[in-house]
């Protein structure tokens, strides 16, 4: 069993250092993350056929960190596979963070997608009126949740220090071009 375990050990570490990461999340659909020379990608879990959790950060220029949450959804598992359970998932999921910030409530807003998808705003109400904010502490969250193919849906939160900026606009394009 040791010498089963300790190779499997060592392909599932090397995976995290590719150069573009695919990720199969049915039979019929995958989504391929791809290297960036200003980005550092990390797998933080990954079962294929199930789910992907992937953070991605900057190492220069533009200061962001994003995570991606990858969901299989066939018909057979149905989580995410109307616009009522994405809408829900993504309030219940944003609702621990409300305590840290400026808004008292979670206000979801409509993605522009195919399908289907919402996405929130959330504002650090400690960093908010800091003129000079260091580097890897954000004051917006925008977090997402939308339906990027038949079988999959795709989570996010993506946090920066603005929401208006062209930079931060590529972001949110980035995000939304996983829709097949």
Not at 138 to 156: I, Q
């Amino acid at each position: 069993m040791k010498y089963i375990l300790i190779p499997l050990l060592f392909l599932s570490t090397l995976s995290i250092y590719a150069k573009d990461i695919k990720l199969r999340m049915n039979l019929d659909e995958a989504f391929t993350i791809k290297e960036n020379p200003d980005w550092n990608i990390k797998t933080d879990r990954y079962l294929t056929l199930r789910f992907a959790d992937i953070r991605i950060f900057s190492n220069r220029g533009y200061d962001f960190d994003l995570k991606l949450y990858f969901k299989c959804d066939t018909k057979d598992l149905a989580h995410f596979n109307t616009p009522e359970k994405i809408k829900k998932s993504l309030i219940e999921s944003s609702k621990p963070y409300l305590s840290g910030c400026l808004e008292d409530k979670v206000i979801v807003k409509k993605l522009k997608v195919k399908r289907f998808g919402f996405y929130t705003l959330l504002t650090d109400k400690d960093l908010i009126h800091k003129k000079v904010i260091p580097r890897g502490e954000y004051k917006y969250m925008t977090r997402g949740f939308f339906r990027v193919g038949n079988d999959s849906a795709l989570g996010f939160s993506l946090m920066t220090n603005d929401v208006d900026s062209k930079e931060y606009k590529k972001m949110i394009a980035y995000i939304l071009n996983f829709e097949i």
